[in-house]
Structure formats: structure tokens, C-alpha cells
Nanobody, 127 residues
Framework: QVQLVEAGGGLVLAGGSLRLSCAAS????????MAWFRQAPGKERAFVAV????????DYADSVKGRFTISRDNTNNTVYLQMDSLKPEDTAVYYC????????????????????WGQGTQVTVSS
């Protein structure tokens, strides 16, 4: 069973950048597709980005396409979310999630399809 720990959140001005990281332990990292979700106050947890086991396939929410980049380092069992051109509406708690799927399985974008979650890290973008 994999454990996930996020880091890198904080307060940033609109237009700025942050890089989130998520360290995985307790499982074989390459058995998992990895994703980021976010939850703003009063809203449901929403999909942000997902990456396949080897990094060759990715998918993004329309709201972050062209601004956010998901990547992974399988040597260090870590997944990243590079966030550029941040907007106040990006303010949320960001969660890392893992999905154990076959290596060429479908990448999933709904929170109910993920079994493993980190504790979350707060990102606040001020205008």
C-alpha cells in the first residue's frame, strides 16, 4: 500500500509560479498512475492532472492546460506539479493521488477512482 506526502504549497501573487511535489513510499511506484486534484472551499475535489507510470502519457483539466505541467521521477518515487501563471481561482488544497492500473491502462480523472491520497498542501494565490 502506497503512502503519499505532498510539499511545496504556499502563498504566491497572481502570475507567479509554484512547484508541488509528492513523495511516495511503501509500494512499487511504477505500478501507479499518479494524479493531482484540488479542492477549493465549498467545492468538490476536482481533477487537475494525471501522468502514466512512465511519464509518456498525461492529461489535464481544461482550466490548467498550458499553465500546469505534471511530471514524475521514478528513481526518486516523486511526482511534481509545476504551476505557472497562477490565478486567484487556482487557490485550493492540492492533493496527490495514486491509481494502481496496468501500465497501458486508461488514465482516470475522477476522484472516486483513486484509492490512495496524500494529506494535501495549501496553495493560495493573491491578486
Amino acid at each position: 500500500q502506497v503512502q503519499l506526502v505532498e510539499a511545496g504549497g504556499g502563498l504566491v501573487l497572481a502570475g507567479g509560479s509554484l512547484r508541488l511535489s509528492c513523495a511516495a513510499s511503501g509500494g512499487t511506484f511504477t505500478n501507479y498512475a499518479m494524479a493531482w486534484f484540488r479542492q477549493a472551499p465549498g467545492k468538490e475535489r476536482a481533477f487537475v492532472a494525471v501522468i502514466s507510470w512512465g511519464g509518456g502519457r498525461t492529461d489535464y483539466a481544461d482550466s490548467v492546460k498550458g499553465r500546469f505541467t505534471i511530471s514524475r521521477d521514478n528513481t526518486n518515487n516523486t511526482v511534481y506539479l509545476q504551476m505557472d501563471s497562477l490565478k486567484p481561482e487556482d487557490t485550493a488544497v492540492y492533493y496527490c493521488a495514486a491509481d494502481q492500473i496496468p501500465k497501458w491502462g486508461t488514465l482516470k480523472t475522477h476522484r472516486n477512482e483513486y484509492d490512495y491520497w496524500g494529506q494535501g498542501t495549501q496553495v493560495t494565490v493573491s491578486s
